[in-house]
């Protein structure tokens, strides 16, 4: 098993070729595009395990950009008890849709 974890968008995110993943929106990036996340924090092959001191220096994970979509309406709601205060709020996230095809670690 292959796996590593990386760094996008301030949060740490667990990799193996072939999944998907979901990360906040990368700017200026269209579906069908291939990227490289260079963030390399940990990787894994078969028990041998490599640690970044902060990354892995020249380790990239390519991945293939399958959609620029939104996440699904996330509700708060807010009350004051004996008000008649009362005020719903819906928020959805721009997020980026990967596929991880490779990972490079040297």
């Known amino acids: 098993?292959?796996?590593?974890?990386?760094?996008?968008?301030?949060?740490?995110?667990?990799v193996e070729e072939g999944n998907h993943l979901f990360v906040d929106k990368l700017p200026?990036?269209?579906?069908?595009?291939?990227?490289?996340?260079?963030?390399?924090?940990?990787?894994?092959?078969?028990?041998?395990?490599t640690i970044g001191k902060p990354i892995i220096a020249g380790s990239t994970v390519s991945a293939k950009v399958i959609a620029q979509t939104r996440a699904p309406k996330v509700l708060s709601f807010k009350r004051r008890a004996k008000k008649g205060y009362k005020r719903l709020i819906g928020h959805r996230q721009y997020i980026t849709k990967l596929e991880i095809s490779k990972i490079n670690v040297n």
């Open 1 to 14: 098993m292959y796996y590593a974890i990386v760094k996008s968008g301030g949060k740490q995110y667990k």
């Open 28 to 49: 200026e990036v269209e579906a069908g595009t291939d990227i490289n996340l260079e963030e390399v924090l940990f990787a894994s092959k078969d028990g041998a395990v």
